[in-house]
């Protein structure tokens, strides 16, 4: 069974720094796209970053986050990540990973994903 897990949210300080982990089973995370999401209150789900699959490994950006996050893969333990810094009050949401059927991604195109963990929440404040 297809499963993706989230870790590594809390409250953290503006300026600091936070990892995400997202564990993946029953597939994969080399064969497809893969990718952050998140969804901060009374604001829709928006794309944070994602990777292409293996072959390329392309990554991909929302302005917002460019030059602050870095996503990344670790093949050999089927886990993902979302490296945070310099987090702002206005990162603050609840962050999902996902996956695509696709080997390509597009930041913006969340619709693609078919796939997603429950979420975990990132507070920014102080």
């Known amino acids: 069974q297809l499963q993706l897990v989230e870790s590594g949210g809390g409250l953290v300080q503006p300026g600091g720094s936070l990892r995400l982990s997202c564990a993946a089973s029953g597939f994969t995370l080399d064969s497809s796209a893969i990718g952050w999401l998140r969804q901060a209150p009374g604001k829709e789900r928006e794309g944070v970053a994602c990777?292409?699959?293996?072959?390329?490994?392309?990554?991909s950006y929302a302005d917002s986050v460019k030059g602050r996050f870095t996503i990344s893969r670790d093949s050999a333990n089927n886990t993902m990540y979302l490296q945070m810094n310099s987090l702002k009050p206005e990162d603050t949401a609840v962050y999902y990973c996902?996956?695509?059927?696709?080997?390509?991604?597009?930041?913006?195109?969340?619709?693609?994903?078919?796939?997603w963990g429950q979420g975990t929440q990132v507070t920014v404040s102080s």
């Open positions: 990777i292409s699959s293996s072959r390329h490994s392309t990554t």
């Open positions: 996902a996956k695509s059927p696709y080997y390509s991604c597009s930041v913006s195109s969340i619709f693609l994903y078919n796939y």
